[in-house]
């Protein structure tokens, strides 16, 4: 891979980070308007916002300062005044974001857009700097610092599966990435709803779309299940970018079944109804 290769890779992994982070925000937002997406109540949504949304604000930070750094260049990015409007918003008046006035997502809203222009215009400068130097700057640079971010605590094997698909990335093992998402993607649901097999996931899928059961992908998500299941039986090869599309992808699915609000009766009938899941 060029080293302009690797700075577009590096590049897209953070535009996907920081669409992430807004994406996260919707969510939040039209909760607190219309509570269509499920969330949960009261303390769970506190929890929802300490430990997703701003756990995704402080991994793509900590990207973005590590590409300022790289590069050589100091911006006055508001970190802070996202974290303080998030954690505001989280316990208004003690009593959850219901009570937050809609004037404060909106300041969030501002801090993170303000966030990613000045990214934007930062990345510009970046690539000024490259073209002066013939991109020389580009050799101090490894990818897979930008690749591997920490580990959250839920779905602890489903996200093992994830970095080790990272991990093989990082390698540049790209023909393993999928064998390793195919079982990220099955352990996370099983742990999300307290399956105990899923068989066959296209079924599954199937199903939980004909029965309105709520997940963040359908067709998608099977996709790249199906590409690991490929890649194993016959030896299917993807590009460096499918790779890093399915594991951007694959990551947000988990993210987003922490937004989803199903109750244990809906699961049992779902699984009463259901032939793949047990």
């Not at 790209?174 to 352990?187: C, T």
């Not at 068989?199 to 059961?213: G, N």
Request: aromatic share 10%; proline share 4%; glycine share 6%.
């Amino acid at each position: 891979m060029s080293d302009k290769q690797v700075f577009q890779e590096i590049l897209e992994g953070i535009r996907s980070d920081l669409k992430h982070l807004k994406d996260l925000f919707s969510i939040l937002l039209n909760k607190r308007r219309y509570d269509p997406i499920g969330i949960g109540k009261g303390d769970e949504v506190r929890d929802w916002i300490f430990d997703v949304f701003l756990d995704k604000l402080y991994e793509t930070h900590a990207k973005v300062e590590r590409l300022f750094g790289d590069f050589g260049i100091e911006r006055d990015l508001p970190i802070w005044e996202i974290k303080k409007c998030a954690e505001d918003i989280a316990l208004a008046g003690g009593m959850g974001y219901k009570s937050a006035p809609f004037e404060m997502f909106d300041e969030l809203d501002s801090h993170i857009q303000d966030y990613d222009v000045i990214v934007e215009k930062s990345v510009g400068t970046i690539r000024k700097i490259l073209h002066d130097q013939n991109w020389e700057p580009m050799k101090r640079v490894n990818l897979g610092d930008y690749i591997l971010p920490r580990k959250r605590a839920k779905y602890v094997k489903a996200r093992e599966e994830l970095e080790k698909a990272k991990e093989a990335a990082k390698k540049g093992n790209w023909d393993e990435v999928h064998n390793h998402l195919r079982p990220a993607i099955d352990l996370s649901i099983k742990e999300r709803f307290g399956f105990k097999k899923i068989h066959p996931m296209k079924t599954f899928l199937s199903e939980a779309k004909k029965y309105d059961f709520p997940l963040p992908s359908y067709t998608t998500i099977y996709h790249y299940f199906d590409e690991g299941s490929q890649r194993i039986h016959q030896g299917k090869r993807n590009t460096p970018l499918e790779c890093r599309e399915a594991l951007n992808f694959v990551a947000k699915f988990i993210d987003r079944l922490d937004s989803i609000q199903v109750s244990e009766k809906e699961i049992e009938e779902f699984k009463g109804k259901s032939k793949s899941v047990g």
